[in-house]
DNA sequence: CGTGTTTATAGTCCAAGTGACCATTAAGGG
DNA sequence: CCCTTAATGGTCACTTGGACTATAAACACG
């Protein structure tokens, strides 16, 4: 490998951010209003440039807080989904964006930030125009999300620090898009050492409809061995 | 977001290629020698620039292309692993590398190509100095690879066109380092529909000791459902 | 030439895992 | 006060997978 920096034309590096939370049964994601063009008045998924002395993991991060204004990204869930490099992907220069998906577990409002005209959540199923690639940036942190879930602890970082059984069913349901069984799901999950941890002292009460659920909080294993698979969509009858 | 490509120190964005092969029941990784510094004499993955017209994927399988010196590289598989962005990454400039991973079926050796001084299979589990942080893409691509074979059909990406229920079994042991049983592991991928599919004519005599083994196809599918999990390090008395 | 080794293949047995249920408990809402 | 809802506890049958035995078909070696 030779390094001539001038023998090649400049890239730029991006991040984008694809954070997901679950609200009301839905999958959203923080999208940000383009203020400028090209793409003006569309939405996009927050980022930046990753500056001279960043990683993009840190670079990431710092996009992270900016954009949700949460003052403590540290406890929350990143990870590094893939690269797009397409050539054409921007129409005015080569840029390069290695993205991110991000977990969040309660969906505060953002604060429209830095350089985004207006940020807020939006259902992941609305047929929404999206800038550049980042529909295919969105589907593909949907897709490595759910198959997460299958094999992963992962479904507890879309939840509070204490949550019960029926919270985290929900995620599953609302990320796979499908319903699971109950009890089913309860003997999975408590059957699996450091998946969850009950909270020693109480029990909710006052929140939902149905009887007082426990509560639990993430434990300490994160595969899940074996695996928990979502409901085959063969075997179905027309 | 703001694109004024004279505000940031240009990046340089290069591939580096973790190919990975089976051979004589190790797993065997391509290493280029550098001829120049830094890490002039010493092994790395081969890879280079991506070109201003290029995608990392296409600059990735020209590269795969040119360090194997295949002539038909289109049927391998190739598949981008992660993104190296550190900062001091690279003594000299900022370079951000995107990895990826090949699997070839058998092992040509390769022609000591273009501005490799010399290239050559070299066993995963020998200690040896690798230039960059090459040591951890090839531990992450380890990693990878070792987890897409439970729950994937990939391990026939290893194996030639043809191929017996013992060879591809031993792509499992070899890259998991574990012994699976024969009659077990027979009857799970036999069980699992487009997995391998049975070639129609012959059985192979003249190579092995043993009985001789009926041959196979890699067939349409690519999921492994319910996957194949390697034998876990629990449970095992001290 | 026969015997032993090696590998492929067929089949058995049993414990764990899981899907499909049913039943009970404990809240809130009319 | 009854109905709905949700959590929780439990059963049962079927499937999966690990451990294991047995047989078949090649080669190596004396």
Redesign the pocket.
């Known amino acids: 490998m030779e390094y001539d920096k001038y023998a090649y034309e400049p890239f730029a590096v991006t991040v984008d951010l694809a954070v997901l939370t679950v609200r009301d049964g839905a999958l959203h994601v923080l999208l940000v209003e383009r203020g400028q063009d090209p793409y003006a008045g569309h939405w996009a998924l927050p980022g930046g440039f990753v500056e001279p002395d960043e990683s993009a993991e840190t670079a990431a991060r710092r996009e992270l807080a900016e954009e949700t204004g949460l003052s403590d990204v540290t406890g929350l869930h990143l990870e590094q989904l893939r690269t797009y490099s397409e050539p054409d992907r921007d129409p005015r220069m080569r840029v390069v964006s290695v993205a991110f998906t991000a977990l969040l577990p309660d969906a505060p409002e953002p604060h429209g930030g830095s350089d985004a005209a207006d940020a807020r959540w939006v259902e992941c199923d609305t047929a929404l125009p999206v800038a550049f690639d980042h529909d295919r940036i969105l589907a593909d942190a949907r897709d490595r999300v759910g198959a997460q879930l299958e094999y992963t602890c992962l479904a507890t970082a879309f939840c509070p620090p204490e949550f019960?059984?029926?919270?985290l069913?929900?995620v599953y349901e609302t990320v796979w898009g499908t319903e699971?069984?109950?009890?089913?799901?309860?003997?999975?999950v408590?059957?699996t050492p450091g998946f969850v941890e009950p909270v020693p002292g109480a029990?909710r009460?006052?929140g939902?409809?149905?009887?007082?659920?426990?509560l639990y909080r993430a434990g300490p294993a994160t595969s899940l061995v074996?695996?928990?698979?979502r409901?085959s969509r063969e075997g179905r009858p027309a």
């Open positions: 019960t059984l029926g919270e069913r929900q699971l069984d109950r009890p089913n799901f309860r003997r999975k408590l059957a029990a009460l006052t939902g409809r149905g009887k007082p659920a426990a074996p695996p928990l698979l409901p």
